[in-house]
T-cell receptor
Framework: GAGVSQSPRYKVAKRGQDVALRCDPI?????LFWYQQALGQGPEFLTY????????KSGLPSDRFFAERPEGSVSTLKIQRTQQEDSAVYLC??????????????FGPGTRLTVT | QKEVEQDPGPLSVPEGAIVSLNCTYS??????FMWYRQYSRKGPELLMY????GNKEDGRFTAQVDKSSKYISLFIRDSQPSDSATYLC??????????FGAGTTVTVRA
């Protein structure tokens, strides 16, 4: 079946612009995660949704970052007034329901954001 | 100091060699340990998933966890050029939040 998809794959923004990054999780997956991966680093947790509820946003680096998942499926990560330090790959992951292997996360290909 | 430490390499080995990767961690609450493979310009792909201490084998891959030493390892036997990628260790406690290492870049030379 289809995996996690993300769009756009690449985004170039001028400093100060707003951007919106989209994630389509695997169908039926209730948990959705956003991560930020800087060059040469591992992914860093940003936020977590269970269905439409945002249960943890402790990793969002500033109030310029906002995420939503209004219908419990597609999610959007929005970054307002982008700064150069926001340049990174933004990864989305989803997890199925059930207790067999809790929170086993399947990642999308990421959106590479470059702020100039 | 980061919660999870991983030597970034790079590591270059000839085809057929054993690749040995490892991570150390500081949070004793971690109970679930994973290894992900990430090809260039792709998302991480789950390779191995281990709960608590012990060994787990899957084909050419063996994962080891030593909770007493806070040390985990991944071994790749009979390495192939297609194994060339960045390998990320990841771990978590009983909640959902994964903590990743920085990743080790591996090149298998034909």
């Amino acid at each position: 079946g289809a995996g996690v998809s993300q769009s756009p794959r690449y985004k170039v923004a001028k400093r100060g612009q707003d951007v919106a990054l989209r994630c389509d999780p695997i169908s039926g997956h209730v948990s959705l995660f956003w991560y930020q991966q800087a060059l040469g680093q591992g992914p860093e947790f940003l936020t977590y949704f269970q269905n439409e509820a945002q249960l943890d946003k402790s990793g969002l680096p500033s109030d310029r970052f906002f995420a939503e998942r209004p219908e419990g499926s597609v999610s959007t990560l929005k970054i307002q007034r982008t700064q150069q330090e926001d340049s990174a790959v933004y990864l989305c992951a989803s997890s199925p329901p059930g207790t067999g292997r809790p929170y086993e996360q399947y990642f999308g290909p990421g959106t590479r954001l470059t702020v100039t | 100091q980061k919660e999870v430490e991983q030597d970034p390499g790079p590591l270059s080995v000839p085809e057929g060699a054993i690749v040995s990767l490892n991570c150390t961690y500081s949070n004793s609450a971690f109970q679930y340990f994973m290894w992900y493979r990430q090809y260039s310009r792709k998302g991480p792909e789950l390779l191995m998933y281990t709960y608590s201490s012990g060994n787990k084998e899957d084909g050419r891959f063996t994962a080891q966890v030593d909770k007493s030493s806070k040390y985990i390892s991944l071994f790749i036997r009979d390495s192939q050029p297609s194994d060339s990628a960045t390998y990320l260790c990841a771990m978590r406690s009983n909640d959902y939040k994964l903590s990743f290492g920085a990743g080790t870049t591996v090149t298998v030379r034909a």
